[in-house]
């Protein structure tokens, strides 16, 4: 087993941690592989980046069939994410377990983002939706409910009231489904904290950016992901709106200071 070590692809638990959360921000994966690179990364810390879990472990977690894992792992496999590994027995002889491997690439789709954002503008690299194993391996316990309550029905649009303004939600609700709408505007309230933070008016800018970002796939201009050039199109927006506040402020603050000239 200590020849797993030989394997590691991070220096510690919490660099792994970042690394997922970034996976899981930047690409547009479904639920199940969403699940499944978390479920390899709550296992993957005794050796960090190194999983021994078998395929069959996996679908009982997960609660899917054996063959619909092997198509998840193999979708994370193309895209670079982990790669998957067959050991050999050290004093038998031949293969033995596989082992899966959580690759830390660099996320050079990124660029589609900075592309369409204007000179002076990136895309955030702080902006993650947080993940941390130790909150996954508890997450597991209940997948037998959540996959009970699913069957019941699925999501709608009511359900993100709480959280998506009705506006934004009218205008997505066309194109996108509703756990989709709930991440683009968490991607608009992490851009705003990045390139706007002055600016309190985010839905404008927000469903500006999305029907730029609708236009240019439909017309087939978006080479990478939705997701990345949204982001780049609300950065570029939100930066606009963020110089547009602070000459505001500044004008502002000039005549409040001729008027105290006068007196």
């Known amino acids: 087993m200590e020849n797993l070590r030989e394997f590691e692809t991070f220096s510690s638990v919490e660099e792994m941690d970042n690394f997922i959360s970034e996976v899981l921000e930047y690409f547009d994966l479904c639920e199940l ?32 069939s054996y063959k619909t894992v092997q198509r998840a792992l193999k979708r994370l496999k193309e895209l670079g994410i982990i790669k998957r590994i067959r050991t050999l027995r050290p004093t038998r002889g031949g293969f033995g377990a596989s082992i899966t491997i959580i690759c830390p690439i660099e996320l050079t789709y990124r660029e589609e983002a900075t592309k369409e954002a204007p000179e002076g503008t990136q895309e955030a690299s702080t902006r993650k939706e947080t993940f941390s194993f130790k909150t996954y391996s508890e ?13 019941q ?23 996108v489904r509703p756990e989709e709408a709930y991440s683009l505007w968490g991607k608009v309230q992490v851009a705003s904290r990045r390139f706007a933070p002055l600016v309190e008016n985010l839905l404008e800018p927000a469903i500006r950016a999305f029907k730029a970002s609708v ?10 992901t939705f997701g990345a050039y949204f982001w780049g199109t609300l950065a570029g927006i939100l930066s606009v709106e963020q110089r547009r506040e602070l000459i505001r402020r500044g004008e502002s603050i000039l005549n409040m200071d001729t008027c105290l000239l006068s007196l």
């Open 153 to 175: 029905a699925e999501l709608d649009y009511s359900y993100l009231t709480e959280f998506v303004p009705e506006e934004f939600i009218q205008v997505v609700k066309p194109f």
């Open 33 to 64: 592989d969403r699940r499944l690179l978390k479920l390899l990364a709550g296992h993957s810390c005794k050796f960090i980046g190194v999983s021994w879990l078998k395929v069959e472990s996996m679908a009982n977690a997960l609660g899917v």
């Open 215 to 224: 236009w240019a796939y439909k017309t087939r201009r978006v080479k990478k």
């Open 139 to 151: 997450d597991i316990k209940y997948t037998q409910d959540i996959k009970y309550i699913r069957q």
